[in-house]
């Protein structure tokens, strides 16, 4: 069974930037549709952005500029880079395996959700000055 660990989470200020790292291990990232949401405190998990097992990506508009979802199935891992960070980024992040909402198929990616109840620990990112 694939299983997800999220790390690369941590204390930032307003402007700086955190890479996150969602490593797999029991299986291979490559034939997955995977993505990262975030919970803040109070708050429910929103999705935040998703990337296919190819190369098409999606951003809620809030992120939209300043994260850059990738993967790189040799090491079997998924990455956010997260740039400029603000203080309404901050939360618990977590990756998944998502099912895709979509124009067409192959086409234009419109959302995602979670692809089942699974949830690991999540990485914490706190922006703060």
């Known amino acids: 069974q694939l299983r997800l660990v999220e790390s690369g989470g941590g204390l930032v200020q307003p402007g700086e930037s955190l890479r996150l790292s969602c490593a797999a291990s029991g299986g291979t990232l490559d034939h997955h549709h995977i993505g990262w949401f975030r919970q803040a405190p109070g708050k429910e998990r929103e999705a935040v952005s998703a990337?296919?097992?190819?190369?098409?990506?999606y951003y809620i508009d809030s992120v939209k500029d300043r994260f850059s979802i990738s993967r790189d199935n040799v090491r079997n891992t998924v990455y956010l880079q997260m740039n400029s960070l603000k203080p309404e980024d901050g939360g618990v992040y977590y990756c998944?395996?998502?099912?895709?909402?979509?124009?067409?198929?192959?086409?234009?990616?419109?959302?995602?959700?979670?692809?089942?109840?699974?949830w690991g620990e999540g990485t914490l990112v706190t922006v703060s000055s």
């Open positions: 998944t395996d998502v099912i895709l909402r979509e124009v067409a198929p192959e086409g234009t990616i419109t959302g995602f959700y979670a692809a089942s109840d699974y």
């Open positions: 990337i296919e097992y190819g190369t098409r990506t």
